[in-house]
Structure formats: structure tokens, C-alpha cells
């Protein structure tokens, strides 16, 4: 596709409930990235992938945060048993190469709901 | 840790009127630094950035200087116009991490005609 595409757009979980958050990058894109963003708050880092391999998940807030990419492209950041403080917008973000060189394309986000 | 801080907000203009977004930030070694936009409805876009000290970003009128000095990466634009109203997001990206973007809690602007 032409941007980052993320799904669904919106999401609303019951507490307690798991959720699935899909993000597909710009094809080739070799980095990919998760950021959570609260209300009002500017983004903060959730994790990195370079093609399949995760190589920075120190944001991941608790172990009820999992993220994956197997083969490299899509990428899932599931949520366990979700909490009210869950409730914020999920950005996906990829580089062609080193984000540090190359510019980040962001998706348009997921809006996670928790009720 | 490293971090931004931007000048918080609203900013509310007239159209033509000048704008100035203060941006400092906190980190070790030699950051790149960036201003991100987010139009209603969109997603975040790249609006300009800088590599190195002293070096000018500039896109669409908007400009920033990299100020190592001051620590600051103030963003400009001489003349706003209704079509500038969005979020500004200043971030930085550590010399020493993967390139991950921390960024300020962002700046709303609105322009009034």
C-alpha cells in the first residue's frame, strides 16, 4: 500500500478482555516500530523490530504487552487481560533503513478503548 | 534519561502572524532532533529535521536550528496560515539507541482567519 496501514481503527475492550492490534508497513520497509500515545501526551516508544528480529522492547509496560513480526512484514501488538490505563492510541511507525537516517511513516494509529 | 520539552499550548493566531514553538531537550551524545505534525484526522508526519549542531531544517515556510548550546530546537514560521492548525510534536532520536523517536507532549496551533 501507499502508507501505513493500521486495523482496526478503533477498538473498545472490555477490562480484562485480550486485544489484537495489526499494523502493515511500507512494503520493504526494514524497521518497524510501536509507540503508545495517552491523551494529550506525545507518543512514547513501545518496542523496535528490525525485519523479524525484536531488538528493543523496553517500553513494553508490563508482560501483558506482547508484540511480533514473524516474517518480517506485519506486525501484532497484543494486549493481555487489558486495564482501563490500556486506553490510548497505538502508532505504528517504519523506516526504509535506520530510522536515525531515513525518515519514520507513521499509520494513522488504533484508538484502544478499555470499558 | 534523554527528553524533550516543548512550550505547551494552545497557540492561538491570526493568520500571517508569526509563530515560534519552544523545543529543549536532555540527552547524552549527539542527538538528531525533529518536528512531527499531526493535521486533524491524519497521522504523524515528518514536517523537518536536523542532524547535527547548527544545522537549519526547513519544509513548507517552517524552520528549526539546531542550538547545542542552549540545548533547543525552537520551530519558526515567519507568515501561519488557517491550513498550519494541527499538533506540533518535537522529538529527538538518540546517537545511542535504535533510532527510537522520543518526543515532547506536543503543541496544538490554531489559526484563525
Known amino acids: 500500500g501507499a502508507g501505513v496501514s493500521q486495523s482496526p481503527r478503533y477498538k473498545v475492550a472490555k477490562r480484562g478482555q485480550d486485544v489484537a492490534l495489526r499494523c502493515d508497513p511500507i512494503s520493504g520497509h526494514v524497521s518497524l516500530f510501536w509507540y503508545q500515545q495517552a491523551l494529550g501526551q506525545g507518543p512514547e516508544f513501545l518496542t523496535y523490530?528490525?525485519?523479524?528480529?525484536?531488538?528493543?522492547k523496553s517500553g513494553l509496560p508490563s508482560d501483558r504487552f506482547f508484540a511480533e513480526r514473524p516474517e518480517g512484514s506485519v506486525s501484532t501488538l497484543k494486549i493481555q487481560r487489558t486495564q482501563q490505563e490500556d486506553s490510548a492510541v497505538y502508532l505504528c511507525?517504519?523506516?526504509?533503513?535506520?530510522?536515525?537516517?531515513?525518515?519514520?511513516?507513521f499509520g494513522q494509529g488504533t484508538r484502544l478503548t478499555v470499558v | 534519561g534523554d527528553s524533550v520539552t516543548q512550550m505547551e499550548g494552545p497557540v492561538t493566531l491570526s493568520e500571517e502572524a508569526f509563530l515560534t514553538i519552544n523545543c529543549t531537550y536532555t540527552a547524552t551524545g549527539y542527538p538528531s532532533l525533529f518536528w512531527y505534525v499531526q493535521y486533524p484526522g491524519e497521522g504523524l508526519q515528518l514536517l523537518l529535521k536536523?542532524?547535527?549542531?547548527?544545522d537549519k531544517g526547513s519544509n513548507k515556510g517552517f524552520e528549526a536550528t539546531y542550538r547545542k548550546e542552549t540545548t533547543s530546537f525552537h520551530l519558526e514560521k515567519g507568515s501561519v496560515q488557517v491550513s498550519d492548525s494541527a499538533v506540533y510534536f518535537c522529538a529527538l532520536s538518540s546517537s545511542s539507541n535504535t533510532g527510537k523517536l522520543i518526543f515532547g507532549q506536543g503543541t496544538t496551533l490554531q489559526v484563525k482567519p
Open positions: 536536523a542532524t547535527k549542531a547548527d
Open positions: 511507525a517504519s523506516s526504509l533503513q535506520d530510522p536515525r537516517n531515513t525518515e519514520a511513516f
Open positions: 523490530f528490525q525485519n523479524e528480529a525484536q531488538l528493543d
